[in-house]
């Protein structure tokens, strides 16, 4: 039976939309950095290759490849985590993003699979932009343990209000922020929902204050 994120955790992906405590465990991703303002083709051209990347991963069986410990499964969310390069503009300026875009993947997947997928990505017909950027993705273990996370419902550019809600209850919950940054899991495809009906986990790693 193929495994789907949606159903069995649903306590990372698909929370309440007002905010929550919890803690989130290691998890083994692909990762790209960029910077700048997501709408430009650059921010896509590193969302396709990491979706490439992820899609060889689930597809090896089919090349002849099965790795120790593969099962079929749903390809997990695109998720990213935002910081601004200038934190004193008093304006906020979407091409002063600087960012981390990332893609989990299975327990089964290690460096050796990443690296054979990467061989397998170079010979597909994508463009030559989005081929240079393969090198630019890593394989990383990443552990936000104690968060706040919360759905919002909406266009991305509302997000500041869930952000102001999120902070107050921070605030309230004698918690607080690690650091500005906050992730983003992306549980909607906008090419296919609704503005208004966009669903977006937003998360921001905290310490307890005492």
Request: no cysteine; aromatic share 12%; net charge neutral.
């Amino acid at each position: 039976m193929k495994y789907v994120w949606r159903k069995e955790e649903p306590e990372y992906y698909l929370p309440k939309n007002e905010p929550e405590i919890i803690v989130v465990p290691e998890f083994k991703y692909l990762t790209i950095r960029g910077k700048g303002n997501p709408n430009n083709d650059d921010f896509s051209n590193r969302v396709e290759i990491l979706y490439a990347l992820a899609y060889a991963i689930k597809m090896l069986p089919k090349k002849g490849f099965t790795p120790e410990g593969y099962f079929d499964y749903t390809v997990y969310p695109l998720e990213g985590v935002y910081d601004l390069a200038v934190k004193d503009k008093k304006e906020f300026d979407k091409d002063n993003l600087i960012y981390k875009l990332m893609i989990r993947q299975p327990d089964f997947v290690d460096e050796n699979i990443f690296k054979i997928v990467k061989d397998i990505v170079r010979l597909k017909k994508k463009s030559k932009e989005v081929l240079e950027l393969i090198d630019h993705v890593n394989y990383e273990i990443i552990e936000d343990g104690l968060s706040v996370q919360m759905m919002h419902i909406g266009s991305y550019d509302d997000e500041i209000h869930t952000f102001k809600i999120m902070k107050e209850f921070i605030e309230n919950n004698d918690l607080q922020l690690k650091s500005l940054a906050h992730r983003e899991i992306y549980i909607s495809d906008p090419r296919k929902t609704a503005p208004d009906k966009i669903k977006t986990v937003i998360r921001y790693r905290v310490y307890k204050k005492r």
